[in-house]
């Protein structure tokens, strides 16, 4: 199984710019495709972005296409999320997650131990 930890999180004001990180060990990571999602206090997980295995093909939510780019480095086995243009409602904590079957574009594709622990941003006005 695959662990994780992201990294990135902290405050950030509203507009500007910021780069999570999520560091991969155990299996390989190549053989896993990755997600961002994130929670806010009282509301469901919800899905932010996905990358297929290679990196070739990626998807967003609606409510970060064009402000968030996933991306990932295989030789570094970590994956990113650039956010820009943050708004106060991009306030949670955000995780990545793997799935070695299909690219995640869901919560509930994602099993319990394939979750890290999570960053906070908090995005202020």
């Known amino acids: 199984q695959v662990q994780l930890v992201e990294s990135g999180g902290g405050l950030v004001q509203v507009g500007g710019s910021l780069r999570l990180d999520c560091a991969a060990s155990g299996r390989t990571f190549s053989s896993y495709a990755m997600g961002w999602f994130r929670q806010a206090p009282g509301k469901e997980r919800e899905f932010l972005a996905a990358?297929?295995?290679?990196?070739?093909?990626?998807y967003y939510a609606d409510s970060v296409k064009g402000r968030f780019t996933i991306s990932r480095d295989n030789a570094k086995n970590t994956v990113y999320l650039q956010m820009s243009s943050l708004k106060p409602e991009d306030t949670a904590v955000y995780y990545c997650a793997a799935n070695s079957r299909v690219v995640p574009r869901n919560p509930t594709m994602i099993a319990p131990g394939s979750w890290g622990q999570g960053t906070r941003v908090t995005v202020s006005s």
């Open positions: 990358i297929s295995w290679s990196g070739g093909t990626t």
